[in-house]
């Protein structure tokens, strides 16, 4: 199978798959859900013996199959903007300043980028279809107020895909900062505290973060390839591999879409479309317990959970990096896990770790089970992801 070199990013050339490793399943045989036979299930939420889920015969390869030892050697994953692009940006943003639009108001066809959207384009092919991430450098943040940062940032991902609401407030404009919350309250959202993560999936197809302002110390950003888990899985407990593909209860973390449980089922694994592509986040897995209608764990599947945590952890494997203002990270949510250290604040608050979140569909997402559609709302692309919120408003605050 010959590979898609697209060029054009920084000095680097991306490789992307130009086909699927293995042929789209049939409507008739996959559309309920990452198991083969939806006869044999009335539900896409029901569980699934271990021997029945849809698995990959071996392990996968290809661009997604990355580790970090491995990129903590180059900079190939890294595009420098140039000063041509930064210009770009800033002029697009004046441009909406103009017409008095609003962060939220902005389309693609309001933030016009001759130059640059070629290379986004070529990035978010990089995304969907070959390593799954990119870092952009050299947004001169020193140089913009709060809400002109936010609009080149907005504006820039129009170019990616549809933002997405992220909390049931309506926020498609996130902010990741300590919020003074408790973690182990179940109804606190990770990000808005100051703790550890650990590895996880958020709730769309591309995960944008613009770094404002970084924290005193601590802080660092970490991601994992999904493809390269599982095969690491699959080398170390074969014996275990196909509990990962089999459904778990997570939390929803209070925000339950109407007429909802506040759990829902789906497996850490799906193996769809000749895709592999992960849903995870442990917090909120061990959470679900508490509710007595979730389904309980069962120790096979703990002892794969806590293996394909240790995978992770493994700095063989994932790949680490410090955001400096106006750095902004990209990652294909489906195949990509992201951490982040705890950290420490300093005492003035207006030099606190600050980031800008979006999540973005894009019309070109790859084909999601329909499993996903009880946390997407839906699985078409484009419009799939997200928190509905709950008046339906959305909104892009510059603070919170």
């Known amino acids: 199978m010959a590979d898609d070199v697209v060029q054009g990013i920084g000095n680097a050339q991306f490789t992307s798959l ?34 029945d889920p849809a698995m990959p015969d071996g392990l996968i390869r290809g661009p997604a199959a990355w580790r970090g030892a491995e990129l903590s050697r180059s900079t190939e994953w890294i595009h420098h903007l140039s000063d041509a692009d930064v210009a770009e940006l800033e002029a697009a943003a004046a441009e909406v300043g103009r ?82 919350y408790d973690a182990s309250d ?47 899985v699959l080398a170390r407990r074969p014996d275990l ?17 109407s007429g909802g449980r506040p759990w829902f089922s789906i497996p850490v694994l799906c193996w769809y479309a000749g895709h592999l592509t992960g849903i995870y986040q442990r917090r909120y897995i061990e959470s679900a317990q508490r509710f007595s209608d979730a389904p309980r764990l069962t120790a096979r599947q703990r002892e794969a959970l806590d293996v394909f945590d240790a995978v992770l952890d493994d700095p063989a494997l994932h790949l680490e990096m410090d955001f400096h203002p106006g750095d902004v990270q990209l990652i294909h949510n489906h195949q990509i896990l992201h951490d ?30 329909l499993v996903f559609a009880e946390r997407y709302g839906t699985v078409e692309p484009g419009r799939r992801g997200g928190v509905k919120p709950a008046d339906g408003v959305l909104r892009a605050p510059l603070d919170v």
């Open 241 to 257: 591999i196909s509990a990962l593909f089999e459904p778990v209860a997570t939390d929803h973390r209070g925000e339950v879409p």
């Open 186 to 232: 179940p109804r606190t959202r990770i990000y808005q505290t100051n703790q550890r993560q650990g590895y996880h999936t958020d709730s769309a197809d591309i995960v944008g973060l613009l770094c404002v302002r970084p924290a005193r110390s601590g802080g660092r950003s970490s991601i994992a390839s999904t493809v390269t888990a599982y095969n690491e």
């Open 18 to 51: 130009s086909a699927s490793r293995r042929a789209i399943p049939s409507l008739a045989s996959d559309a309920l859900g990452c198991a083969p036979d939806p006869m044999s299930r009335p539900s896409p939420f029901a569980p699934l013996a271990a021997t």
């Open 99 to 180: 017409h008095g639009r609003s962060v939220v108001e902005i389309r693609r066809a309001h933030f016009a980028l001759p130059r640059l959207a070629r290379v986004l384009d070529a990035i978010k092919r990089e995304l969907l279809g070959g390593r799954g991430f990119v870092l952009m450098r050299g947004l001169p943040l020193e140089r913009y107020t709060l809400v002109e940062a936010a609009t080149i940032f907005w504006g820039l991902g129009t170019h990616l895909g549809a933002a997405l609401s992220q909390n049931a407030l309506g926020h498609v404009l996130g902010h990741v900062k300590d919020l003074g």
């Open 340 to 369: 982040r250290t705890a950290f420490t604040d300093d005492t003035d608050a207006q030099r606190r770790r600050h980031l800008l979140r979006l999540w973005l569909s894009p019309a070109e997402g790859r084909p999601l089970p």
